[in-house]
């Protein structure tokens, strides 16, 4: 006997496609909790505690220190972006149909394909991205309000609003620039499976050929 494969009622497809269409649908099937448990993610938290760790035990230039972070993120970034949106083209534009149908099955075990999972992957960390080049450019832009218009805060407050954006950039930025080898990864696996469902298909016409011509 072959085993039946789950099916998907109209009303349960009607009800997957509101909630992946809606804002939340990225985060319903690539959420938090995964997020959270990332080698990423953990580096990235210890990056920033680090950097606190050094205010404690050194008297460091907040201000400049955020105006280098800030130069280096507005140079690298949109680079990164550019990539990761390129490979978000590859995942979701190529792919013959048979390849697209045997990622896009569901399992007993799972409640989404690979295909939404991949999917799900690259629009979150698309989203990360633009995050940390939206933050990026506001950061910059307050150090230029600042250098224009005087504000009376006292030297600990300034610190204190400074630190807090060198520690929430090095979250963002760390987190954004260690998940490009998972980005690739994903690709390169992506680019294996299409290749061994093509060459299974070539070997399956020339084994008919082969028995017709027999």
Known sequence: MTESKPKIKEDDFSTLLKKILSARGIFIIY?????????????????????????????????????YFIEKFISIFPNLLGFSLGGFAIIVGFGNTAFLKRIAELTEKNEYSMYEKLNAIFAFNLLFQIATILFTLFFDFTLFLSSQIAIDLSARSVAVVNVTAICFLLLLGTWTLLVIPYLISNIFIFGESHHFILRNEAEKEKGTKDKAQD
């Open 31 to 67: 959420n938090y909790k995964t997020f959270i448990k990332t080698f990423p993610f953990i580096v990235s938290v210890i990056a920033m505690l680090a950097y606190l760790l050094l205010t404690y035990f050194f008297k460091l230039n907040h201000y400049e220190n955020l105006k």
